[in-house]
C-alpha cells in the first residue's frame, strides 16, 4: 500500500456468508492486518497466515476463492508456494512484492499466479486487481460447468454428454435444452420457456421424451428430468 498507506474506508459491512474468501499471506504482520480490515469493510471474508506453513494449513481446512501471497517471506517463499499450490490446484493467486524488476513480475507469472502487484501500492489498486481476478475465475467455472445425473454427467460449454468413459451423442435441440435446464437447475420451465415460438412448442414432449431416454435409467419413471404437472419440466441434477 502508499506506504502501507491510511486507509480510507466505508463503514464496516459484515461479509456476506457468500462473499467470496481470501487468504492473505504476509510475514509482515501490520500488512496483514491492514490488508484483512480494507477488505473485510469491502465485503469480503478473510483469512491471514503470516507464512507458507500456515497458508498450507489454512488451504488443509477451508476453501479459499483466491489467495494475496507476498513474495519475499522468510523459509517458503511466495514463489516456491505458488509453485507447489499449482501442481494440485487453480485457486487464483495475486501476488505481493517489493520488487518491480521486470524479470521479478514474469518469474511471478511464470509460477502459476494470475496477477503482480508492487509495493507500496494503492489500496484501490489491489480492490480492483481481486475484482477482476475473481470476475475472470467465476467466468471460466461457468464455462466448465458440469452437471451431474447419476452416472451421467453433463459439460455445458461442450454440450457433451457422457456415461463414464462413453459419449452420448446429442442432437443440436437436445444440447440446447440441456443448457437450459442447466443454467436453471431445480427450477420448473414452461414449454414455452424451452422453445423458440409456439409452433415449436408442440415438439417439446417428444424431444424430452427422447431426451430422457439418453439421461434417465427408467425412462417411464424419471429422476432426473421430471415432468410439473401444469408447469412443464423440471431438471434435478445430483
Known sequence: M??????????????????????VVDDDRRIR????????????????????????????????????VDVMMPGESGLELTNALRRTSNVPILMLTAKTETDDRISGLESGADDYL?????????????????RRARAQSAREEIITLGENTFNVARGELRRGDETIRLTTREVQLMRL??????????????????????????????????????????????????????????
Open 2 to 23: 502508499s506506504n502501507t498507506a491510511e486507509l480510507s474506508t466505508p463503514s464496516p459491512q459484515p461479509p456476506h456468508e457468500d462473499a467470496a474468501h481470501i487468504l
Open 33 to 68: 492486518e491492514l490488508i484483512k480490515r480494507y477488505l473485510s469493510e469491502h465485503g469480503y471474508r478473510v483469512s491471514t497466515a503470516e507464512n507458507a506453513a500456515d497458508a498450507r494449513a489454512a488451504l488443509d481446512n477451508l476453501t479459499f476463492d483466491l489467495l494475496v
Open 118 to 134: 508492487g509495493k507500496p501500492f494503492e489500496p484501490r489498486e489491489l480492490l480492483l486487481r481481486i475484482s477482476t481476478i475473481l
Open 181 to 238: 435446464f442447466a443454467a436453471h437447475p431445480g427450477e420448473a420451465m414452461s414449454r414455452l420457456d424451452l422453445c423458440d415460438n409456439e409452433a415449436a412448442e408442440r415438439s417439446i414432449d417428444v424431444q424430452i421424451n427422447r431426451l430422457r431416454r439418453k439421461i434417465e435409467i427408467d425412462p417411464r419413471n424419471p429422476l432426473y428430468l421430471q415432468t410439473v404437472r401444469g408447469e412443464g419440466y423440471i431438471l434435478i441434477p445430483d
